[in-house]
């Protein structure tokens, strides 16, 4: 069992950046897969980015590769989300992540989806035009 606990949401103007933070508490930090995925009103939650146990491999979503970049620090238990050059079509509900099996991976009506055991409350976030 993980708990994940969201922060560093908020309301920022297109072109902004804000840095997205999730603890995590329970089992052993570095035996979980961790992502972010994110969810915009009367949408799906949509995969974001994803990061392996150790951290060495990333992969992003189309929509943010080369904007958001997924990091996690082993010494503090937290995994980040530095988004930058932000868009409206940014602004949702962010939610942080985590499986020790790894995501599974589904596609929904062209929405990529990742699948995690353990999901944080999420943080929302506004981008203003």
């Known amino acids: 069992q993980v708990q994940l606990i969201e922060s560093g949401g908020g309301l920022v103007q297109a072109g902004g950046s804000l840095r997205l933070s999730c603890v995590a508490s329970?089992?052993?930090?570095?035996?979980?897969?961790m992502g972010w995925s994110r969810q915009a009103p009367g949408k799906v939650r949509e995969f974001v980015a994803a990061?392996?146990?150790?951290?060495?491999?990333?992969n992003y979503a189309d929509s943010v590769k080369g904007r958001f970049t997924i990091s996690r620090d082993m010494s503090k238990n937290t995994l980040y989300l530095q988004m930058n050059s932000l868009k409206p079509e940014d602004t949702a509900i962010y939610y942080c992540a985590a499986d020790p099996e790894g995501p599974s991976i589904s596609i929904l009506e062209g929405v990529t989806m990742y699948e995690y055991d353990y999901w944080g409350q999420g943080t929302q976030v506004t981008v203003s035009s």
């Open positions: 329970g089992r052993t930090f570095s035996s979980y897969a």
């Open positions: 990061i392996s146990r150790s951290g060495a491999n990333k």
